[in-house]
């Protein structure tokens, strides 16, 4: 990936709890750590992203994302990350509403808009979902990333964009290519469209 000119790597963490489906944890990052000196984007998709927070920053993530369906004091989570030293995002599924978000996603530094129900790779995009980044850019104004996360390839990137998005997560549509390479160049160009 980095050969290919990615300079973020975004980890999907499963509990099987939060999410039906399990990934990975603090060993795996750290063993990626070894090998990578991308920015590590980790998306916790856990119930309790408090309690193992300073396990992935102590592993190697350089950035954190929880969900705003799992945390009842999200403002003191986001205060609670920087102060482990890792920026801090706030993610919310396809059926939230931005209200739900919109008094700590200004505290964060970036915002992460899930376009599929999080759990599995290789949903169908919902385009209703992301055009919550509209609203939310209006929130947060230019400077916090709004990402977009789920069902992405070369079409439905453009939507992605043209709705204010400026981080991308793209996971079926690179690895299931023979080129991976390619793949990605294909989803840059789509985007600069
Ligand atoms: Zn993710």
């Given amino acids: 990936m980095e050969s290919a000119g990615v300079k973020i790597v975004h980890l999907d963490v499963m509990d099987g709890h939060f999410v039906p489906n399990i990934t990975f944890g603090p ?69 939230t509403p931005v209200e739900a978000i919109a008094d700590v996603a200004p505290l964060c530094d970036m ?31 230019p400077d916090i990333r709004v990402e977009i996360d789920g069902g992405i390839n070369t079409e439905t990137i453009k939507s992605a964009v043209s709705y204010g998005a400026d981080t991308i997560v793209a996971g079926h549509a690179i690895f299931s290519a023979a080129d991976r390479a390619g793949a990605i160049d294909a989803l840059l160009a789509a985007a600069q469209q």
């Fill in 27 to 95: 060993p795996v990052v750290a063993k990626l750590r070894k090998c990578s000196k991308a920015v590590f984007d980790t998306h916790l998709m856990i119930s309790d992203p408090k309690k193992y927070a300073e396990d992935f920053v102590k592993a190697g993530s350089d950035h954190i994302t929880f969900h705003i369906e799992a945390v009842d004091e999200p403002e003191r989570l986001v205060e609670y990350l920087h102060q482990l030293g890792v920026t801090a995002g706030v993610s919310l599924n396809p059926e």
């Fill in 111 to 141: 915002v992460l808009v899930m376009t599929v129900h999080p759990g599995f790779g290789g949903q169908k995009y919902i385009d209703s979902a992301a055009k919550k980044c509209t609203r939310i850019r209006e929130i947060v104004g």
